[in-house]
């Protein structure tokens, strides 16, 4: 049967404790160390984590200037280009109308040169012909004083129409 005495109950409290202290020490004791240490770990890993995604986000956040940075440089670069483009167009523009006005001075002289070449020539060819009918009309050689002034004469009244 069960007996239930207080030395019983004192002994069994008493071992109690006992085991409670040996159970805290050996067991409990190094499994709150244990936890504790896989803790520290843990937020360790997790600090390590964090400062790693800091420094992504700090790269990122550089990486995206330096792509300002260089859109920047690219729009920069592009509208020099355009403007040394632009630039160089006037500039051969320029050239190409100067050297067009050169040409058509040019020609506009020659065309000129020929113009009185040609007149000259057909002055000369008019008053041949004239003093080959002056002549054949009058018949005579020895007036070619006479056909001179005839020929000089047709010329200035030729001279004046113009």
Request: aromatic letters at 4%.
């Amino acid at each position: 049967m069960l007996n239930v005495s207080p030395e019983s109950i004192i002994f069994t409290v008493i071992n109690l404790l006992i085991l409670l202290v040996a159970l805290r020490i050996f067991l409990f004791k190094p499994v709150q160390k244990i936890i504790a240490a896989r803790q520290a770990e843990a937020d360790k890993q997790f600090d390590e984590a964090s400062k790693k995604q800091e420094e992504a986000e700090g790269l990122k956040a550089q990486y995206m200037d330096s792509l300002e940075h260089l859109e920047e440089e690219k729009k920069q670069t592009m509208k020099t280009a355009r403007d040394r483009a632009d630039e160089q167009y006037h500039k051969i523009i320029s050239e190409a109308k100067s050297e067009a006005k050169h040409i058509k001075d040019k020609a506009e002289v020659e065309a000129e040169a020929q113009r009185e070449q040609i007149l000259k020539g057909a002055e000369r060819e008019i008053a041949d012909i004239i003093v080959n009918a002056a002549t054949k009309v009058v018949g005579e050689q020895s007036g070619v004083e006479s056909n001179a002034a005839l020929y000089d004469e047709f010329l200035n009244k030729a001279g004046e129409e113009q």
